[in-house]
């Protein structure tokens, strides 16, 4: 191979590498993002490890969105202020959900039923 052959070729491999970096950095950025939606309680889990929340959000007039999320010993439920338990939450509630997404799953940080 020639000098400019194997030129291009260490240029093609230095931007390869600066492409890939770039990608995994989004990748890296968007875990542990903290997000927060408002919609109505269609599920509750408590009957098993690990206890879940799902939550339905209007986005449009026709398009909802599902966000189910890993309710933690750290996950600070309340109901007007007050401190409450997973199990006092009833499906068809209206409630806030702020949640990270992690490599693990999604996890609930807050839930304040209305």
Same mark, same amino acid.
């Given at each position: #191979? $020639?000098?400019?052959?194997?030129?291009? #070729? /260490?240029?093609? /491999?230095?931007?390869?590498?600066?492409? +890939? $970096?770039?990608?995994?950095?989004?990748?890296? /950025?968007?875990? *542990?993002?903290?997000?927060?939606?408002? *919609?109505?309680?269609?599920?509750?889990?408590? /009957?098993?490890?690990?206890?879940?929340?799902?939550?339905?959000?209007?986005?449009?007039?026709?398009?909802?969105?599902?966000? *189910?999320?890993?309710?933690?010993?750290?996950?600070?439920?309340?109901?007007?202020?007050?401190?409450?338990? +997973?199990?006092?939450?009833?499906?068809?509630?209206?409630?806030?959900?702020?949640?990270v997404k992690?490599?693990d799953g999604?996890?609930?940080?807050?839930?304040?039923?209305?």
């Amino acid at each position: #191979m $020639s000098r400019t052959g194997q030129a291009w #070729m /260490a240029v093609f /491999a230095v931007t390869t590498l600066i492409i +890939l $970096s770039s990608i995994l950095s989004d990748v890296e /950025a968007a875990d *542990g993002r903290t997000y927060r939606v408002h *919609g109505q309680v269609i599920a509750v889990n408590i /009957a098993q490890a690990p206890y879940m929340i799902v939550i339905k959000t209007p986005l449009t007039q026709h398009n909802d969105m599902t966000v *189910g999320a890993k309710v933690t010993a750290q996950t600070r439920i309340v109901r007007k202020r007050t401190k409450i338990t +997973l199990q006092t939450i009833r499906v068809g509630e209206g409630a806030w959900l702020t949640y990270v997404k992690q490599r693990d799953g999604v996890i609930a940080r807050t839930i304040q039923v209305q």
